[in-house]
């Protein structure tokens, strides 16, 4: 286990690099040159190339992207070329509004999706099943953003019960939280019940209830630990989404986090943010398919056995 | 001998598209104490539904009728509270394949002691019960291997564990669906003694599920032969074997291989089993019946004592006088 971790952690570092090249890369392949872009076409060449030499786009490109690296490992990621300040520090403040806003939505997802889904497999077909597969039927084909102003409308408009924008209390969050996790407890929902619905005709749920356990015992012992494996591997892989954030959402309701960054830094061709933001993901994309898959060798023994190579 | 468990005309009929599906019809049969039934039959001839409808683990979608009498108790009335408390205490069950009888990600000790920790709450006792119980299922190495995961052992293994998993609860019936069909013949060999042994040990009754008549020879005191839902034949193993009446049983016996003078092929049966959607007329076994006479068309045999023990349902006259 241990061998099968650092081999996985190494192969997670290779990508890491290989990412960052393509992501470095990726930038100075875009048309326009971002010092063109913030400067007017009245300043003077030397000046332009002043600047240049400031943001070091002057160098060769190995040279940018080593300085590059290096000061990504000192927490710099370099000055937005729009507003002038640091990119980490905007990082500092944006990463925790959008954990807070898609963590929360996510665990929603989970508290609320979970147990729907394995009701709705464990009662298949009767009415309450129908009736809670054919809701998030609905909200899986709803548009988050439609949903937003939905309910923004009935709860911020009409009902004056919550606040429209922003994301200073507790309360600010319940909107777009909802918004987000209506559609993703729909897909939670329906993949816990396809996964719960195959285990419950394995034969070992057979035994489990033949040697006299309760239903209840059943369900959770050996429904669910069994269908939860692949549910939290999935999770785990929807990790990286959580950074990237809900980016419509966040626009929607004003609140600073990363998705609005993102999206603003590609318009603006702020490509230190946008360096920044394709990175961060990028090892969280590789961070949490690595934990993925130790999880489901922690879970599942049969995949423990295959992943340190047969012998144990 | 006192009886153990009845069956009182259980039908069961399965909610297909185009009607019900009638897997078993009008069924009855006891197995009494310490006694060795087996049931006998073609695939998909209703045998497995029979058990998994004693066990009341059907899947739902089917309509049950009749009795099942279990210890002076009809199991069809009780309510899943009460049946909860009859499975793995009265009445084991262990299956087919027992390559996925046992859940993955529990190691399969553990899948015992679950079982034994619902009368017995030491977790100390619990363990030394399953210890002893894997030594009496003739597992080798027994402190070890219940720490070993399902993956890591081998079928008959597998189903030595299952076995030790059901009788660790001491019931008075076990139900045992092809328990050896998955396994080599050694192995079923093995399996089968334990059976035996468990019988004559511990006095359960077992209701033995197969098609192999080499198993029914080997351990069975009494056999049903099941055709289409319907018991065709029933009577002690002897019986069974040496003076088969029914034309079905007899076709089921001429087409085992034996060591025999007569060279040649094996004899066959021809069709199929029917599958048979709502209203049936007559015997189900007559579209393959070389003996068939016009009433089997027409009307249902009863299953009748034949002789003193040995019940057959036929109309055939000359089937049941001839000879």
Same mark, same amino acid.
């Given at each position: ?31 326009? #040159?971002?010092?063109?872009? !913030? ?6 060449? #030397?000046?332009?190339?002043? &600047? ?13 992207? =080593? ?39 996510? =665990?929603?997802?989970? %508290?609320?999706?979970?147990? =729907? ?14 009736? *809670? !597969? ?12 439609? *949903? ?64 006299? %356990? #309760? ?19 999935? &999770?785990? %892989? ?9 980016? !419509?959402?966040?626009?929607?309701? *004003? ?24 990175? !961060? ?5 590789? %961070?949490?398919?690595?934990?993925? #898959? ?12 295959? &992943? ?5 | ?27 009855? @049969? ?6 060795? @039934?087996? /049931? ?21 979608? +089917? ?34 394949? $027992?390559?996925?009888? /046992? ?93 035996? +042994? ?57 087409? /085992? $291989? ?26 189900? @076994? ?8 016009? +009433? ?21 006259? +000359? ?5």
């Amino acid at each position: 286990m241990l061998a099968y971790t650092i081999r996985r952690l190494l192969q997670g570092i290779l990508l890491i690099i290989a990412v960052s090249i393509l992501v470095f890369s990726m930038l100075h392949l875009m048309p326009g #040159d971002p010092v063109e872009l !913030i400067t007017d076409r009245k300043v003077p060449p #030397d000046v332009k190339a002043e &600047m240049k030499r400031q943001f070091g786009l002057d160098l060769p490109l190995y040279q940018q992207y =080593l300085r590059w690296v290096k000061n990504i490992f000192r927490g710099d990621f370099g000055i937005s070329i729009r507003s002038k300040t640091p990119v980490a520090s905007t990082f500092r403040h944006r990463i925790p509004v959008t954990l807070k806003l898609t963590g929360t939505a996510l =665990l929603v997802e989970f %508290l609320v999706g979970v147990p =729907l889904g394995l009701w709705a497999a464990y009662k298949k077909d009767s009415r309450f099943d129908r009736a *809670v !597969i054919s809701t998030s039927l609905l909200f899986a084909a709803l548009p988050s953003f439609w *949903v937003a102003v939905m309910l923004i409308m009935i709860f911020g408009v009409h009902l004056k019960l919550l606040p429209l924008s922003g994301f200073s209390s507790a309360k600010h969050y319940v909107l777009p939280v909802l918004s987000i996790a209506l559609g993703g407890i729909a897909g939670m929902l329906r993949m816990t019940k396809s996964e719960v619905l195959d285990v419950l005709n394995e034969r070992f749920v057979f035994t489990a209830y033949a040697k006299g %356990l #309760d239903k209840r015992t059943v369900l959770v012992k050996h429904v669910l630990y069994n269908s939860i494996i692949l549910i939290l591997v999935m &999770m785990f %892989l929807s990790l990286p989404w959580i950074i990237s954030g809900a980016v !419509i959402i966040e626009n929607i309701f *004003v609140i600073p986090g990363m998705g609005g960054l993102l999206t603003q830094a590609i318009i603006n061709q702020d490509m230190f943010v946008v360096q920044g933001c394709v990175l !961060i993901i990028s090892i969280l994309t590789v %961070l949490s398919n690595i934990l993925a #898959d130790l999880l489901i060798a922690a879970l599942d023994p049969r995949i423990r056995v295959s &992943m340190s190579g047969g012998g144990n | 001998m006192e009886k153990l468990l009845e069956l009182r005309d259980l039908s069961i009929n399965y909610l297909v598209k185009d009607g019900a599906l009638s897997a078993v019809h009008q069924l009855n @049969f006891d197995i009494h104490r310490g006694e060795i @039934f087996a /049931l006998v039959g073609e695939s998909g001839c209703g045998k497995s539904t029979v058990a998994f409808s004693i066990m009341r683990l059907l899947q739902g979608n +089917e309509v049950v009728d009749g009795e099942i009498v279990f210890q002076g108790e009809d199991l069809l009335s009780l309510d899943e509270a009460k049946m909860e408390k009859i499975r793995g205490k009265h009445i084991g069950m262990i299956f087919q394949n $027992p390559l996925d009888s /046992l859940n993955p990600v529990y190691t399969s000790g553990s899948q015992v002691a679950e079982a034994i920790s619902l009368d017995e709450k030491d977790k100390n006792v619990i363990l030394e019960k399953v210890i002893k119980l894997y030594e009496s299922v003739r597992i080798p190495d027994a402190t070890e291997r219940v720490k070993s995961y399902p993956h890591e052992l081998s079928g008959g293994m597998r189903q030595r564990v299952m076995i030790a998993m059901m009788l660790s609860r001491n019931p008075q019936l076990l139900i045992a669906d092809e328990p050896t069909t998955a396994l080599d013949v050694t192995v079923e060999a093995q399996i089968l003694k334990l059976l035996r +042994e468990l019988r004559d040990d511990f006095g359960s009754a077992i209701l033995l599920i197969t098609h192999n008549f080499g198993i029914v020879a080997e351990l069975a005191d009494r056999v049903g032969i099941m055709y289409a839902g319907e018991l065709m034949e029933l009577a002690d193993v002897e019986e069974i074997f040496h003076c088969p009446v029914h034309p079905y049983s007899k076709a089921l016996m001429a087409s /085992l $291989p034996r060591i025999t003078k007569e060279q040649g092929r094996l004899k066959t049966l021809e069709g199929t089993v029917p599958r048979i959607i709502g209203e049936f007329q007559g015997c189900r @076994f007559s579209n393959r019946c070389e003996h068939a006479i016009e +009433e089997c068309f027409q009307r249902k045999p009863e299953l009748l004592e034949w002789r003193p023990g040995h019940f057959v349902q036929c109309l055939n006259k +000359e089937v049941l006088h001839g000879d």
